[in-house]
């Protein structure tokens, strides 16, 4: 008897054990199992201060909403160094998941094939319709009918003035539709002492080839041939346009502009006049929003010219890409994340927390962006502008024809070189940039 008492205890000795060891083994293969289908994604971008914050908001939210799913985002200086990384990690054969790039690189590496098609994730996403992004900024990143970019937020150059001065000297902001009505009424608001120098400006444009190209694009003006083979810097529509901004700089004196100084010094000093009443207005970002006082300051879109139409000023975007040869669950988190960034909803708060804005059109329809526009009407003009926005050019030169319109701009606005003699030394050496890219 007592064996068998043995015997009985220790078979439930052994029988316990070989359940306690059974549920141990599967509660680790559990854990591993949990772990495995954990994904985590690096997302790199440029930006710091309260953009950076934004960002770091958007992705614990993400995080939160996703437990399957760990976005890290490494932050770097600016668009520059964010590029550099992504060329070193793709170089590496370790690229970032996800990595905010700007249009020329994101098209660029497109075209390269270091970059993953998005069509499947989009056709398969139920929340993201690719028809609900604005145009302006969708479009850009078709590359042989294959969407390879989400554009997570959006700028574009618009009109800000001073409601007040314009009350006081009769001027009506319908002035502001047309560049004709904008010369009429900078000639009117600008203000001379008895020495005959300038009080105050009826207008300050931004330093750059931008505000001048806008105008340019506005009345049909083109950089390139529709076969990409010719530079047309040098058209009549460029020269006459160009040669305008410089006449109401240099000659009529109704205009100015803040140029050089370090890092983003000419931009405030240009807000700085209108605030202060030195200038009744000026071109600026959409992103300058947080830097305006609205009870003064008024918004208005950029202007078209008679008989041409509704202004077609550039809107541009910051863009999202996944990149290419990552496993498919490292992919579709990349995608997942970049989809939720540019979501109607993240796409509205960014807009009404930077002033940046939102990619989506159905942001509009958020209570509360909805009320956020009714109760900030500056808010809408950028957005209302993007409805004939031009797309951002392109340079298929690496850069060449930018820089050589760059430098024609500074010999119109800061040199007073006529723009005939300007754009026709720029176009000169843009069209050898070309024709050498082309092999000609």
């Keep these: 008897m007592k064996i068998k008492l043995l015997t ?15 549920m141990f083994m599967v509660f680790s293969f559990c854990l591993q199992d949990v772990n495995a289908e954990k994904v985590e994604i690096d997302f790199y971008y440029g930006l710091g201060g309260f953009l950076g914050e934004m960002v770091e908001e958007f992705i614990a939210d993400f995080n939160a909403e996703h437990p399957d799913i760990t976005v890290r985002g490494i932050t770097y200086g600016d668009y520059s160094e964010t590029l550099q990384a992504f060329q070193a990690g793709v170089a590496a054969s370790d690229p970032p998941a996800a990595t905010m790039l700007e249009p020329s690189p994101t098209v660029e590496f497109a075209k390269r094939g270091l ?3 998005l069509d499947d994730h989009l056709a398969n996403d139920a929340n993201t319709d690719p028809d609900d992004y604005m145009p302006a900024f969708f479009n850009l990143t078709q590359i042989d009918g294959n969407q390879y970019a989400l554009p997570l937020f959006g700028t574009t ?3 800000y003035y001073r ?3 314009f009350e006081e000297e009769g001027v009506s902001p319908d002035k502001l539709n047309t560049w004709e009505g904008m010369e009429e009424a900078a000639t009117k608001l600008t203000k001379f002492d008895e020495d005959g120098d300038v009080e105050r400006y009826g207008w300050e444009p931004m330093w750059g080839r931008f505000n001048m190209m806008d ?21 009549e529509v460029w020269v006459d346009t160009w040669e305008k901004f410089r006449e109401w700089i240099h000659e009529d004196e109704i205009m100015a502009i803040h140029h050089s100084g370090v890092g ?16 009744a207005g000026y071109t600026g970002s959409s992103g300058d929003q947080g830097d305006l006082d609205f009870d003064i300051v008024s918004a208005h879109v950029q202007p078209g010219w008679e008989n041409h139409g509704s202004t ?10 996944v990149a290419k ?3 498919e669950a490292e992919e579709s988190a990349a995608y997942k994340f970049l989809a939720y960034f540019s979501s109607p909803a993240k796409s509205a708060r960014w807009q009404m927390k930077t002033g940046y804005l939102a990619v989506r059109e159905s942001a509009k329809e958020i209570e509360e962006f909805a009320e956020f526009l009714e109760n900030n009407p500056q808010a809408m003009v950028p957005l209302k502008q993007l409805e004939t926005a031009s797309s951002i050019f392109l340079d298929p030169t690496g850069g060449e024809i930018l820089q050589a319109l760059d430098d024609a701009a500074d010999q119109v606005q800061i040199e007073n070189i006529s723009a005939e003699k300007a754009l026709e030394q720029a176009a000169k050496r843009a069209q050898r940039a070309l024709d050498n890219e082309l092999g000609n």
């Design 325 to 327: 040869g990552l496993s």
């Design 163 to 165: 409601h007040d001065i």
């Design 264 to 279: 983003w010094e000419y931009w405030y000093n240009t807000i700085d006049d209108v605030l202060e009443g030195k200038a």
């Design 8 to 22: 009985d205890s220790n078979i439930v000795v052994k029988t316990g054990l070989v359940f306690v060891l059974t």
């Design 215 to 235: 105008a340019v694009f506005s009345r049909g003006g083109q950089i390139l041939s529709n076969d990409g083979t010719e530079v047309l810097i040098d058209s």
């Design 115 to 117: 970059l993953a098609s």
């Design 312 to 321: 077609k000023a550039v809107g541009e975007a910051r863009y999202g890409v």
């Design 157 to 159: 150059q618009v009109l």
